[in-house]
């Protein structure tokens, strides 16, 4: 089965910066496009930032200028540096990526999210 994994997260004063990864797993074929996602205590969940397998980007504009996601295809892996954090940026952070993927015989495409990780930016 494919399996996206977290880590990065974890608290930081204002200003300072955060780097997050997700590595996916798994008989993994290609990934799409790879994103990453947030949630903040009484807020839907929104779109931080995507790449697509090209290396297109697209931020949410409250983060543009401030984030970078890039991805590293060999690995299965997606990253999202984070620059000038805000206290407003505190929030559980997820990544998403669309697999295709091989499961015996057959294969699939689906959507796949990792676990979440906490980020928090203090005052």
């Known amino acids: 089965q494919v399996q996206l994994v977290e880590s990065g997260g974890g608290l930081v004063q204002a200003g300072g910066s955060l780097r997050l990864s997700c590595a996916a797993s798994?008989?993994?074929?290609?990934?799409?496009?790879m994103g990453w996602y947030r949630q903040a205590p009484g807020k839907q969940r929104e779109l931080v930032a995507i790449?697509?397998?090209?290396?297109?980007?697209n931020y949410a504009s409250s983060v543009r200028g401030r984030f970078t996601i890039s991805r590293d295809n060999a690995k299965n892996t997606v990253y999202l540096q984070m620059n000038s954090l805000q206290p407003e940026d505190t929030a559980v952070y997820y990544c998403?990526?669309?697999?295709?993927?091989?499961?015996?015989?057959?294969?699939?495409?689906?959507?796949?999210w990792g676990q979440g990780t906490q980020v928090t930016v203090s005052s």
């Open positions: 998403n990526a669309d697999i295709y993927y091989r499961d015996r015989a057959k294969y699939y495409t689906n959507d796949y």
């Open positions: 790449i697509t397998s090209g290396g297109s980007t």
């Open positions: 798994g008989t993994i074929i290609s990934i799409n496009a």
